[in-house]
Protein backbone atom coordinates (compact mmCIF):
# COMPACT_ATOMS: atom_id res chain seq x y z
CA UNK A 1 0.00 0.00 0.00
CA UNK A 2 1.56 3.21 -0.94
CA UNK A 3 1.96 5.57 2.17
CA UNK A 4 -0.97 7.68 2.53
CA UNK A 5 0.06 11.42 4.55
CA UNK A 6 -1.74 11.59 7.94
CA UNK A 7 -2.93 14.80 6.91
CA UNK A 8 -5.25 12.13 5.25
CA UNK A 9 -6.01 9.92 7.84
CA UNK A 10 -7.83 11.94 10.63
CA UNK A 11 -8.70 8.90 13.14
CA UNK A 12 -4.99 8.67 13.03
CA UNK A 13 -3.95 12.37 13.62
CA UNK A 14 -6.00 12.71 16.54
CA UNK A 15 -4.89 9.91 18.32
CA UNK A 16 -1.12 10.61 18.08
CA UNK A 17 -0.72 14.36 17.13
CA UNK A 18 -2.71 16.24 19.38
CA UNK A 19 -0.90 16.44 22.90
CA UNK A 20 1.37 17.96 24.20
CA UNK A 21 3.19 15.30 26.58
CA UNK A 22 2.86 11.00 25.26
CA UNK A 23 3.47 8.68 27.42
CA UNK A 24 3.60 5.55 25.52
CA UNK A 25 3.55 1.71 27.99
CA UNK A 26 4.90 -1.44 26.00
CA UNK A 27 2.32 -4.14 27.49
CA UNK A 28 4.20 -7.41 26.54
CA UNK A 29 1.65 -9.94 27.78
CA UNK A 30 -1.78 -7.36 27.54
CA UNK A 31 -4.94 -9.36 25.67
CA UNK A 32 -5.41 -7.74 22.50
CA UNK A 33 -9.17 -9.00 22.94
CA UNK A 34 -11.97 -8.60 25.55
CA UNK A 35 -12.47 -12.10 26.78
CA UNK A 36 -10.39 -11.49 30.11
CA UNK A 37 -11.91 -11.13 33.36
CA UNK A 38 -11.83 -7.81 35.09
CA UNK A 39 -11.73 -10.50 38.30
CA UNK A 40 -8.14 -11.11 37.00
CA UNK A 41 -6.29 -8.28 34.82
CA UNK A 42 -2.69 -9.42 35.92
CA UNK A 43 -3.27 -13.06 35.22
CA UNK A 44 -5.41 -13.52 32.31
CA UNK A 45 -5.25 -9.87 31.58
CA UNK A 46 -1.62 -10.12 30.96
CA UNK A 47 -0.66 -7.43 34.06
CA UNK A 48 -4.05 -4.68 32.22
CA UNK A 49 -4.00 -3.65 36.15
CA UNK A 50 -0.53 -2.15 35.47
CA UNK A 51 -1.61 -0.67 32.54
CA UNK A 52 -5.04 0.66 33.91
CA UNK A 53 -2.79 2.70 36.23
CA UNK A 54 -0.83 4.21 33.39
CA UNK A 55 -3.55 5.56 32.19
CA UNK A 56 -4.93 7.12 35.43
CA UNK A 57 -1.34 8.98 36.35
CA UNK A 58 -0.81 10.02 32.81
CA UNK A 59 -4.32 11.82 32.36
CA UNK A 60 -5.86 11.81 35.58
CA UNK A 61 -5.51 14.46 38.23
CA UNK A 62 -7.43 14.21 41.42
CA UNK A 63 -10.02 16.96 40.20
CA UNK A 64 -9.47 16.98 36.68
CA UNK A 65 -7.93 15.75 33.52
CA UNK A 66 -4.57 16.49 32.40
CA UNK A 67 -5.87 18.02 28.69
CA UNK A 68 -2.22 18.46 27.43
CA UNK A 69 -1.24 14.52 27.82
CA UNK A 70 -2.20 11.83 25.83
CA UNK A 71 -1.20 7.74 26.43
CA UNK A 72 -1.12 4.99 24.54
CA UNK A 73 -0.60 1.50 24.97
CA UNK A 74 1.14 -0.69 22.70
CA UNK A 75 -0.24 -4.02 23.24
CA UNK A 76 1.80 -7.42 22.64
CA UNK A 77 -0.39 -10.03 24.13
CA UNK A 78 -2.60 -12.45 22.44
CA UNK A 79 -4.95 -13.15 20.79
CA UNK A 80 -4.60 -10.46 18.02
CA UNK A 81 -1.43 -8.26 18.63
CA UNK A 82 -0.14 -5.64 17.93
CA UNK A 83 -2.84 -2.79 18.48
CA UNK A 84 -2.40 0.57 19.85
CA UNK A 85 -5.08 2.17 22.59
CA UNK A 86 -4.65 5.67 22.68
CA UNK A 87 -6.59 7.97 25.36
CA UNK A 88 -6.54 11.64 24.44
CA UNK A 89 -7.03 13.83 28.21
CA UNK A 90 -8.61 16.65 26.06
CA UNK A 91 -10.95 14.54 24.42
CA UNK A 92 -11.83 11.56 26.71
CA UNK A 93 -14.99 11.51 29.08
CA UNK A 94 -16.65 9.28 31.53
CA UNK A 95 -12.91 7.91 33.00
CA UNK A 96 -12.60 6.63 36.85
CA UNK A 97 -9.58 6.41 38.03
CA UNK A 98 -10.29 2.49 39.71
CA UNK A 99 -8.59 -0.48 37.73
CA UNK A 100 -11.57 -2.22 36.91
CA UNK A 101 -13.98 1.29 35.59
CA UNK A 102 -10.49 1.98 33.84
CA UNK A 103 -10.31 -1.54 32.38
CA UNK A 104 -13.73 -1.97 31.20
CA UNK A 105 -13.64 1.23 29.73
CA UNK A 106 -10.96 0.53 27.60
CA UNK A 107 -11.82 -2.99 26.75
CA UNK A 108 -14.68 -2.37 24.89
CA UNK A 109 -12.40 -0.93 22.44
CA UNK A 110 -10.33 -4.16 21.81
CA UNK A 111 -14.08 -5.82 20.75
CA UNK A 112 -14.11 -3.65 17.85
CA UNK A 113 -12.68 -5.24 14.59
CA UNK A 114 -9.66 -3.69 13.20
CA UNK A 115 -8.19 -4.70 9.96
CA UNK A 116 -5.16 -6.40 9.65
CA UNK A 117 -3.39 -3.90 7.63
CA UNK A 118 -0.75 -1.74 9.97
CA UNK A 119 -2.23 1.72 10.60
CA UNK A 120 -6.06 1.42 10.38
CA UNK A 121 -7.10 3.37 13.26
CA UNK A 122 -10.68 3.24 14.96
CA UNK A 123 -12.15 6.02 17.07
CA UNK A 124 -14.19 3.55 19.66
CA UNK A 125 -15.45 6.17 21.82
CA UNK A 126 -14.80 10.53 22.30
CA UNK A 127 -11.02 10.54 22.61
CA UNK A 128 -10.25 6.76 22.64
CA UNK A 129 -8.30 5.29 19.67
CA UNK A 130 -7.55 1.56 18.64
CA UNK A 131 -5.25 1.11 15.76
CA UNK A 132 -3.09 -1.64 14.01
CA UNK A 133 0.04 -1.38 15.00
CA UNK A 134 3.32 -1.69 17.59
CA UNK A 135 6.38 0.15 18.86
CA UNK A 136 7.72 1.57 15.49
CA UNK A 137 4.45 2.46 13.79
CA UNK A 138 3.73 4.51 17.42
CA UNK A 139 7.36 6.20 16.80
CA UNK A 140 6.58 7.42 13.40
CA UNK A 141 3.13 8.53 14.32
CA UNK A 142 4.11 10.73 17.61
CA UNK A 143 7.10 11.70 15.70
CA UNK A 144 8.24 14.34 18.00
CA UNK A 145 11.80 14.86 20.63
CA UNK A 146 11.52 10.68 22.50
CA UNK A 147 13.02 10.07 25.63
CA UNK A 148 12.89 5.99 27.39
CA UNK A 149 12.07 5.93 30.82
CA UNK A 150 15.06 3.44 32.24
CA UNK A 151 16.74 3.64 36.18
CA UNK A 152 20.23 3.05 34.44
CA UNK A 153 19.66 6.30 32.02
CA UNK A 154 21.02 9.54 32.83
CA UNK A 155 19.38 11.77 35.50
CA UNK A 156 15.96 13.24 34.21
CA UNK A 157 16.41 16.30 36.85
CA UNK A 158 19.77 17.48 35.92
CA UNK A 159 18.78 17.87 32.54
CA UNK A 160 18.51 21.91 31.66
CA UNK A 161 15.96 21.46 28.68
CA UNK A 162 12.64 20.97 30.70
CA UNK A 163 11.90 24.14 30.83
CA UNK A 164 12.75 25.19 27.03
CA UNK A 165 10.14 22.77 26.02
CA UNK A 166 7.63 23.95 28.09
CA UNK A 167 7.91 27.77 26.95
CA UNK A 168 8.26 26.66 23.35
CA UNK A 169 5.60 24.32 24.17
CA UNK A 170 7.33 21.29 22.15
CA UNK A 171 6.19 18.02 21.92
CA UNK A 172 7.49 15.37 24.08
CA UNK A 173 7.35 11.39 23.69
CA UNK A 174 7.77 9.21 27.32
CA UNK A 175 7.96 5.57 26.63
CA UNK A 176 7.95 2.97 29.43
CA UNK A 177 7.49 -0.64 29.42
CA UNK A 178 5.33 -3.04 31.86
CA UNK A 179 6.79 -5.00 34.34
CA UNK A 180 9.44 -6.33 32.33
CA UNK A 181 12.47 -5.47 31.26
CA UNK A 182 12.23 -3.73 27.26
CA UNK A 183 13.09 -6.23 25.23
CA UNK A 184 16.49 -5.69 22.94
CA UNK A 185 15.11 -5.14 19.66
CA UNK A 186 12.88 -2.53 21.10
CA UNK A 187 15.55 -0.70 23.03
CA UNK A 188 17.55 -0.97 19.53
CA UNK A 189 14.37 0.98 18.37
CA UNK A 190 13.98 3.95 20.38
CA UNK A 191 18.36 4.22 20.18
CA UNK A 192 17.85 4.36 16.50
CA UNK A 193 15.40 7.02 16.43
CA UNK A 194 17.71 9.03 19.25
CA UNK A 195 16.01 8.78 22.06
CA UNK A 196 17.40 9.69 25.23
CA UNK A 197 17.60 7.17 28.26
CA UNK A 198 16.63 9.28 31.25
CA UNK A 199 16.48 8.15 35.60
CA UNK A 200 14.01 9.10 37.80
CA UNK A 201 16.04 7.70 40.49
CA UNK A 202 18.20 4.67 41.67
CA UNK A 203 15.04 3.05 42.55
CA UNK A 204 13.42 0.32 40.06
CA UNK A 205 9.89 1.68 40.17
CA UNK A 206 6.39 0.85 38.83
CA UNK A 207 5.76 2.09 35.38
CA UNK A 208 2.56 4.07 36.78
CA UNK A 209 5.29 5.98 39.56
CA UNK A 210 7.63 6.75 37.08
CA UNK A 211 4.97 8.74 34.90
CA UNK A 212 3.81 10.37 37.92
CA UNK A 213 7.33 11.72 38.65
CA UNK A 214 7.97 12.70 35.51
CA UNK A 215 4.33 15.00 35.28
CA UNK A 216 5.91 16.78 37.96
CA UNK A 217 9.60 17.48 36.76
CA UNK A 218 7.23 19.04 33.81
CA UNK A 219 4.49 20.75 36.14
CA UNK A 220 7.66 22.15 37.94
CA UNK A 221 9.04 23.30 34.49
CA UNK A 222 5.81 25.27 33.07
CA UNK A 223 5.85 26.80 36.17
CA UNK A 224 8.90 28.02 36.01
CA UNK A 225 10.04 26.12 39.27
C1 LIG B 1 8.55 -2.20 36.85
S1 LIG B 1 9.63 -1.30 35.80
C2 LIG B 1 10.24 -2.53 34.65
C3 LIG B 1 10.89 -3.71 35.17
C4 LIG B 1 12.31 -3.55 35.63
N1 LIG B 1 13.23 -3.09 34.56
C5 LIG B 1 12.83 -4.82 36.23
O1 LIG B 1 13.93 -4.78 36.73
O2 LIG B 1 12.15 -5.84 36.25
C6 LIG B 1 8.51 -0.44 34.75
C7 LIG B 1 9.03 0.73 33.96
O3 LIG B 1 9.03 1.89 34.77
C8 LIG B 1 10.08 2.75 34.38
N2 LIG B 1 10.97 2.95 35.53
C9 LIG B 1 11.06 2.20 36.62
N3 LIG B 1 11.96 2.71 37.47
C10 LIG B 1 12.45 3.83 36.89
C11 LIG B 1 13.42 4.80 37.27
N4 LIG B 1 14.07 4.73 38.42
N5 LIG B 1 13.66 5.82 36.42
C12 LIG B 1 13.01 5.92 35.24
N6 LIG B 1 12.08 5.03 34.84
C13 LIG B 1 11.81 3.99 35.65
C14 LIG B 1 10.79 2.08 33.22
O4 LIG B 1 10.24 2.55 31.99
C15 LIG B 1 10.43 0.63 33.44
O5 LIG B 1 10.49 -0.10 32.23
Redesign the pocket.
Known sequence: MAPVPLSEMPDLREAFTGSRKNFIIIGHRARTDALFSLDDLPGTGGRWDGLARCVSASILLSHGVRKDTSVHLVLEGPPDPPKIISVSGGRAKYMNPDERSMVAYLRRGLDTPLPKRALMSVNVSPGVFVTRGGLADVMDLVFTRGFV???N?NSACDLPFWRDTAVKGEPLAFY???????MEEERSLLKGKGSTF??????????YQ?IVLMHSILDRAEQGI
Open positions: LDEGLSDDTDLISLGPKVLHAA
